[in-house]
T-cell receptor, first 115, second 113 residues
Framework: EAGVVQSPRYKIIEKKQPVAFWCNPISGHNTLYWYLQNLGQGPELLIRYENEEAVDDSQLPKDRFSAERLKGVDSTLKIQPAELGDSAVYLC?????????????FGPGTRLTVL | DQQVKQNSPSLSVQEGRISILNCDYTNSMFDYFLWYKKYPAEGPTFLISISSIKDKNEDGRFTVFLNKSAKHLSLHIVPSQPGDSAVYFCAASIQGGSEKLVFGKGTKLTVNP
């Protein structure tokens, strides 16, 4: 079974530029998550999707961050414009989401460096 | 305010000995706890979990203990192997794992041959 796929793996941009990350969850997983992981910290949830609906985006900085999950499968996370403080690893995860106690499966992440 | 705390940033043990990683939490609403292992340049990998109705869960060399009154859980690895060297994250959630996970900062485990 293929795992969660993310691309690109690494991205270097200059501040004020836009950037986008893509995630393909495990087939059949209804729930998709985007996490932000700063250096030396644990992952922090940005947004959670149930199928195509964003059910928890309370931690997403909506002035510059946006996300979508068209057709309830793949998802894209965008930052526009990027700031120096956005340098971090962006992790995508997915879970079955139908029952309690479903573990979340993580992709390898996209490491963003903003210069 | 950190709701999940891993107070030891690092731990070093000898191969074959026991590794004990600790985690404390403050939110009494948490009812599901997980441990993830993370190698460099990879995403976290699920290791083991425990619901609040249990106080112990075992899977091979890995055992998680939950002390609800102390709001404390620990991961025991016996025997430790060099391949266990990684960063271990403790995570907690409300209403099962499908809700958001709240992670600790992680503990870097080094198992020396």
């Amino acid at each position: 079974e293929a795992g969660v796929v993310q691309s690109p793996r690494y991205k270097i941009i200059e501040k004020k530029q836009p950037v986008a990350f893509w995630c393909n969850p495990i087939s059949g997983h209804n729930t998709l998550y985007w996490y932000l992981q700063n250096l030396g910290q644990g992952p922090e949830l940005l947004i959670r999707y149930e199928n195509e609906e964003a059910v928890d985006d309370s931690q997403l900085p909506k002035d510059r961050f946006s996300a979508e999950r068209l057709k309830g499968v793949d998802s894209t996370l965008k930052i526009q414009p990027a700031e120096l403080g956005d340098s971090a690893v962006y992790l995508c995860a997915s879970s079955l989401g139908n029952d309690l106690y479903n573990e979340q499966f993580f992709g390898p992440g996209t490491r963003l460096t903003v210069l | 305010d950190q709701q999940v705390k891993q107070n030891s940033p690092s731990l070093s043990v000898q191969e074959g000995r026991i590794s004990i990683l600790n985690c404390d939490y403050t939110n009494s609403m948490f009812d599901y706890f997980l441990w993830y292992k993370k190698y460099p340049a990879e995403g976290p990998t699920f290791l083991i979990s425990i619901s609040s109705i249990k106080d112990k869960n075992e899977d091979g060399r890995f055992t998680v203990f939950l002390n609800k009154s102390a709001k404390h859980l620990s991961l025991h690895i016996v025997p430790s192997q060099p391949g266990d060297s990684a960063v271990y994250f403790c995570a907690a959630s409300i209403q099962g794992g499908s809700e958001k996970l709240v992670f600790g900062k992680g503990t870097k485990l080094t198992v020396n041959p």
